[in-house]
């Protein structure tokens, strides 16, 4: 019923948020050509590359083998999406995940990812948080890319887990921090739920969250998952936040 009702919404004309053109989808085409262009990035932090090289400077340099295998972003953490990101984490407008998963869906390194029958596990809120928001973000966002890979003319195959990781404790404001200093910050901070650790043994795990700036949250919320028994993790993200911001 939810995803009938995701689909009717989708299909009626609304003003762009971007541009104010009506009729339109949320975000119309032309803002998406203009503001999500494919760009080449690092595949294990998903920075902006010149060229397709494969891995930024500094993911080349890490002298510590990473947790995360591949991470994959649509966009930029900039104009517009800075500010829908803020609509759809802070504002009640759940929403937001529809044509967020169908920007993720529309990177080629996202389709790819699905191909490998990954299960979808979402970045999770403390309890607090979550009672303050009403909603996780990450699971959101989990939901809409499995409606939309059920519907994909490929039948993009995927799995779900809601609660896979739980997290022990917030942490403090990390917007200020280096990658290091938030590692250090989040270390304890995730750990495989105990009722659900045995279906995460020898799997594909697929990280889901709307924004990742160090990447340190990912890589740590990975080893906890790697330590639970997974092959695998990658992760996907809406947005990456610039290494210069």
Not at 6 to 34: D, G, K, M, N, Y
Not at 57 to 69: E, F, N, V, W, Y
Not at 130 to 148: F, P
């Amino acid at each position: 019923m939810l995803a009938a009702r995701h689909a009717i919404v989708e299909s009626l004309p609304a003003a762009c948020q971007v541009c104010a053109a009506w009729p339109t989808r949320p975000v119309c085409e032309a803002c998406i050509l203009r503001f999500a262009q494919p760009q080449a990035r690092c595949r294990a932090c998903a920075a902006v590359l010149p060229d397709d090289l494969g891995l930024c400077g500094a993911c080349q340099t890490r002298s510590d083998i990473p947790a995360l295998q591949h991470c994959v972003a649509a966009v930029d953490y900039a104009y517009p999406w800075d500010g829908l990101i803020a609509r759809f984490k802070f504002r009640s407008e759940p929403g937001w995940a529809q044509p967020f998963a169908q920007l993720l869906l529309q990177v080629t390194q996202t389709r790819q990812l699905l191909q490998t029958r990954p299960l979808m596990v979402p970045i999770p809120l403390t309890a607090e948080r979550l009672g303050e928001r009403g909603y996780n973000q990450a699971w959101e966002l989990v939901k809409a890319l499995h409606a939309q890979c059920r519907r994909h003319p490929t039948a993009l195959p995927c799995d779900t887990l809601a609660t896979a990781l739980v997290r022990l404790g917030e942490t403090p404001d990390q917007h200020s921090l280096g990658r290091e200093a938030r590692l250090r910050n989040l270390r304890g901070v995730f750990a495989a739920h105990p009722a659900h650790a045995h279906r995460l043994v020898g799997r594909h795990l697929l990280l889901v969250d709307d924004v990742t700036t160090t990447g340190a949250t990912l890589q740590t919320a990975a080893q906890a998952l790697l330590q639970a028994g997974a092959d695998r993790v990658s992760a996907l993200v809406f947005a990456r936040t610039p290494p210069s911001r």
